[in-house]
Protein backbone atom coordinates (compact mmCIF):
# COMPACT_ATOMS: atom_id res chain seq x y z
CA UNK A 1 0.00 0.00 0.00
CA UNK A 2 0.75 3.35 -0.67
CA UNK A 3 2.42 5.44 2.50
CA UNK A 4 3.95 8.54 3.38
CA UNK A 5 5.85 9.02 6.68
CA UNK A 6 6.76 12.29 8.23
CA UNK A 7 8.36 11.21 11.32
CA UNK A 8 9.48 14.76 13.08
CA UNK A 9 6.39 15.58 14.15
CA UNK A 10 7.66 18.74 15.73
CA UNK A 11 11.02 20.57 15.20
CA UNK A 12 12.23 23.98 16.78
CA UNK A 13 15.09 25.67 15.90
CA UNK A 14 16.83 28.74 15.90
CA UNK A 15 17.00 31.53 13.38
CA UNK A 16 20.05 30.85 11.16
CA UNK A 17 20.15 26.75 11.62
CA UNK A 18 19.63 24.27 9.39
CA UNK A 19 17.00 22.39 9.87
CA UNK A 20 16.29 18.76 7.41
CA UNK A 21 12.76 17.82 7.34
CA UNK A 22 12.46 14.12 6.47
CA UNK A 23 10.07 12.49 4.27
CA UNK A 24 10.00 8.59 3.78
CA UNK A 25 7.45 6.82 1.55
CA UNK A 26 6.39 3.65 0.15
CA UNK A 27 5.39 2.53 -3.29
CA UNK A 28 4.94 -0.61 -5.39
CA UNK A 29 5.42 1.20 -8.54
CA UNK A 30 8.22 2.52 -10.63
CA UNK A 31 6.21 5.83 -11.63
CA UNK A 32 5.52 8.36 -9.28
CA UNK A 33 5.78 11.77 -8.17
CA UNK A 34 6.50 13.42 -4.78
CA UNK A 35 5.26 16.95 -3.48
CA UNK A 36 6.30 19.28 -0.87
CA UNK A 37 4.11 21.98 0.25
CA UNK A 38 4.21 24.60 2.51
CA UNK A 39 1.12 25.61 5.02
CA UNK A 40 1.89 28.56 7.36
CA UNK A 41 -0.33 29.48 10.12
CA UNK A 42 -3.09 31.57 7.60
CA UNK A 43 -4.17 27.75 6.62
CA UNK A 44 -3.10 27.99 2.70
CA UNK A 45 -0.72 24.68 1.41
CA UNK A 46 1.45 26.42 -0.48
CA UNK A 47 3.30 24.35 -3.08
CA UNK A 48 7.30 24.07 -3.12
CA UNK A 49 8.44 21.25 -5.51
CA UNK A 50 7.30 17.88 -7.66
CA UNK A 51 9.48 15.34 -8.76
CA UNK A 52 9.46 12.51 -10.61
CA UNK A 53 10.72 8.87 -9.95
CA UNK A 54 13.14 9.03 -12.57
CA UNK A 55 14.55 12.64 -11.80
CA UNK A 56 17.14 12.13 -9.05
CA UNK A 57 19.00 14.97 -8.94
CA UNK A 58 18.80 16.72 -6.13
CA UNK A 59 17.02 20.17 -6.12
CA UNK A 60 17.86 24.02 -4.72
CA UNK A 61 16.30 26.86 -4.80
CA UNK A 62 16.91 29.56 -2.39
CA UNK A 63 17.19 28.52 1.14
CA UNK A 64 15.87 25.18 0.22
CA UNK A 65 17.11 21.98 -0.75
CA UNK A 66 15.68 18.56 -1.66
CA UNK A 67 17.43 15.27 -1.46
CA UNK A 68 15.66 12.23 -3.08
CA UNK A 69 17.22 9.09 -2.71
CA UNK A 70 15.42 6.27 -3.96
CA UNK A 71 17.42 3.52 -3.07
CA UNK A 72 15.77 4.58 0.83
CA UNK A 73 12.65 5.92 -0.34
CA UNK A 74 12.83 9.30 1.18
CA UNK A 75 12.93 12.92 -0.27
CA UNK A 76 14.13 14.66 2.59
CA UNK A 77 13.81 18.79 2.44
CA UNK A 78 16.13 21.19 3.91
CA UNK A 79 16.33 25.07 5.16
CA UNK A 80 19.33 26.67 5.26
CA UNK A 81 20.16 29.22 7.47
CA UNK A 82 16.21 29.22 8.66
CA UNK A 83 14.14 32.16 9.54
CA UNK A 84 11.26 33.06 11.19
CA UNK A 85 9.14 33.38 8.58
CA UNK A 86 9.89 29.63 7.51
CA UNK A 87 7.82 28.39 10.68
CA UNK A 88 4.81 26.23 9.38
CA UNK A 89 3.42 22.85 8.98
CA UNK A 90 5.49 20.92 6.34
CA UNK A 91 3.35 18.39 3.74
CA UNK A 92 4.87 15.59 1.91
CA UNK A 93 2.70 13.95 -0.52
CA UNK A 94 2.72 11.18 -2.94
CA UNK A 95 1.31 10.82 -6.63
CA UNK A 96 1.21 6.91 -7.14
CA UNK A 97 -0.92 5.66 -10.08
CA UNK A 98 -1.96 2.72 -7.82
CA UNK A 99 -3.77 5.18 -5.37
CA UNK A 100 -6.89 4.56 -7.32
CA UNK A 101 -9.32 6.31 -10.28
CA UNK A 102 -8.19 9.83 -9.40
CA UNK A 103 -4.62 8.96 -8.48
CA UNK A 104 -5.24 10.90 -4.87
CA UNK A 105 -2.36 12.33 -3.52
CA UNK A 106 -1.07 10.29 -0.04
CA UNK A 107 -0.48 12.47 2.47
CA UNK A 108 1.64 12.56 5.72
CA UNK A 109 0.90 14.29 8.32
CA UNK A 110 3.10 16.89 8.50
CA UNK A 111 6.03 18.05 10.33
CA UNK A 112 5.56 21.35 12.33
CA UNK A 113 8.77 23.65 12.31
CA UNK A 114 9.18 26.65 14.72
CA UNK A 115 11.62 29.04 14.00
CA UNK A 116 12.51 30.90 16.83
CA UNK A 117 14.79 34.43 17.00
CA UNK B 1 -7.57 38.48 -7.47
CA UNK B 2 -5.09 35.64 -8.02
CA UNK B 3 -4.67 31.80 -7.10
CA UNK B 4 -7.40 30.24 -5.17
CA UNK B 5 -9.83 32.37 -2.81
CA UNK B 6 -12.01 30.82 -0.50
CA UNK B 7 -14.84 32.62 1.69
CA UNK B 8 -15.69 32.57 3.71
CA UNK B 9 -12.41 32.39 5.76
CA UNK B 10 -13.97 31.53 9.25
CA UNK B 11 -17.83 30.11 10.06
CA UNK B 12 -19.57 29.30 13.14
CA UNK B 13 -22.75 27.04 12.70
CA UNK B 14 -25.59 25.33 14.82
CA UNK B 15 -26.25 21.56 13.97
CA UNK B 16 -29.43 22.83 12.37
CA UNK B 17 -27.95 25.50 9.84
CA UNK B 18 -27.34 25.61 6.28
CA UNK B 19 -24.71 27.34 4.79
CA UNK B 20 -22.28 27.34 1.84
CA UNK B 21 -18.83 27.41 1.83
CA UNK B 22 -17.62 29.24 -1.86
CA UNK B 23 -14.34 28.53 -3.76
CA UNK B 24 -13.16 30.14 -6.97
CA UNK B 25 -9.97 29.47 -8.76
CA UNK B 26 -8.78 32.44 -11.02
CA UNK B 27 -5.86 30.01 -12.80
CA UNK B 28 -7.73 28.08 -15.61
CA UNK B 29 -7.54 25.06 -14.01
CA UNK B 30 -9.79 22.25 -15.44
CA UNK B 31 -10.01 20.18 -12.32
CA UNK B 32 -11.33 21.17 -8.54
CA UNK B 33 -11.03 19.96 -5.54
CA UNK B 34 -11.97 19.99 -1.61
CA UNK B 35 -10.59 18.62 1.30
CA UNK B 36 -11.22 18.09 4.56
CA UNK B 37 -7.96 19.19 7.42
CA UNK B 38 -8.67 17.68 10.91
CA UNK B 39 -5.67 17.83 13.83
CA UNK B 40 -3.45 14.74 13.57
CA UNK B 41 -5.11 13.23 10.76
CA UNK B 42 -3.54 12.84 7.01
CA UNK B 43 -5.34 15.87 4.57
CA UNK B 44 -8.42 13.83 3.32
CA UNK B 45 -9.95 13.99 0.10
CA UNK B 46 -13.92 15.09 -0.01
CA UNK B 47 -14.73 15.48 -4.19
CA UNK B 48 -13.19 15.87 -7.01
CA UNK B 49 -14.57 17.87 -10.27
CA UNK B 50 -13.22 17.23 -13.80
CA UNK B 51 -14.51 19.69 -16.20
CA UNK B 52 -17.56 20.74 -13.89
CA UNK B 53 -18.57 16.96 -13.62
CA UNK B 54 -17.93 14.95 -10.54
CA UNK B 55 -15.63 12.08 -10.94
CA UNK B 56 -15.13 11.99 -7.04
CA UNK B 57 -17.25 11.18 -4.15
CA UNK B 58 -14.80 9.91 -1.23
CA UNK B 59 -17.64 8.30 1.11
CA UNK B 60 -19.04 12.22 2.22
CA UNK B 61 -22.12 11.81 4.27
CA UNK B 62 -24.89 13.46 2.29
CA UNK B 63 -24.99 16.53 4.71
CA UNK B 64 -22.14 17.66 2.84
CA UNK B 65 -23.43 18.83 -0.83
CA UNK B 66 -20.51 20.18 -3.21
CA UNK B 67 -21.90 22.16 -6.51
CA UNK B 68 -19.31 23.14 -9.15
CA UNK B 69 -21.74 25.58 -11.65
CA UNK B 70 -18.61 25.99 -13.81
CA UNK B 71 -15.05 25.08 -13.89
CA UNK B 72 -13.69 28.39 -11.95
CA UNK B 73 -15.93 27.96 -9.07
CA UNK B 74 -16.71 24.89 -6.38
CA UNK B 75 -19.36 25.58 -3.39
CA UNK B 76 -19.80 23.18 -0.56
CA UNK B 77 -23.58 22.67 0.71
CA UNK B 78 -23.62 22.23 4.52
CA UNK B 79 -26.60 21.38 6.08
CA UNK B 80 -27.15 19.45 10.03
CA UNK B 81 -23.97 19.36 10.69
CA UNK B 82 -22.03 17.62 13.88
CA UNK B 83 -19.10 18.65 15.71
CA UNK B 84 -16.59 16.05 14.26
CA UNK B 85 -17.21 18.22 11.48
CA UNK B 86 -14.87 21.07 13.07
CA UNK B 87 -11.79 21.16 10.93
CA UNK B 88 -10.37 23.11 7.84
CA UNK B 89 -11.73 22.61 4.42
CA UNK B 90 -9.57 23.54 1.90
CA UNK B 91 -10.31 23.91 -1.70
CA UNK B 92 -7.67 23.34 -4.60
CA UNK B 93 -7.20 23.17 -8.68
CA UNK B 94 -5.24 21.68 -10.45
CA UNK B 95 -4.06 22.82 -14.70
CA UNK B 96 -4.50 18.94 -15.23
CA UNK B 97 -7.60 16.69 -15.16
CA UNK B 98 -7.76 14.81 -11.72
CA UNK B 99 -6.41 11.77 -12.40
CA UNK B 100 -2.96 12.99 -14.57
CA UNK B 101 -0.20 11.33 -12.43
CA UNK B 102 1.53 13.78 -10.82
CA UNK B 103 -0.87 16.90 -11.82
CA UNK B 104 0.22 19.83 -9.40
CA UNK B 105 -2.45 20.91 -6.92
CA UNK B 106 -2.76 24.85 -5.86
CA UNK B 107 -4.70 25.17 -2.63
CA UNK B 108 -7.14 27.83 -1.51
CA UNK B 109 -6.78 29.60 2.39
CA UNK B 110 -9.36 27.51 3.85
CA UNK B 111 -12.74 27.98 5.82
CA UNK B 112 -12.25 27.10 9.30
CA UNK B 113 -15.64 25.94 10.69
CA UNK B 114 -16.54 24.82 13.78
CA UNK B 115 -19.62 23.10 14.78
CA UNK B 116 -21.72 23.90 17.92
Known amino acids: AQKVTQAQTEISVVEKEDVTLDCVYETRDTTYYLFWYKQPPSGELVFLIRRNSFDEQNEISGRYSWNFQKSTSSFNFTITASQVVDSAVYFC??????????????WGLGTSLAVNP | ETGVTQTPRHLVMGMTNKKSLKCEQH?????MYWYKQSAKKPLELMFVYNFKEQTENNSVPSRFSPECPNSSHLFLHLHTLQPEDSALYLC???????????????FGPGTRLLVL
Open chain 2, 92 to 106: ASSQDPAGELGETQY
Open chain 2, 27 to 31: LGHNA
Open chain 1, 93 to 106: ALSDPNAGNNRKLI
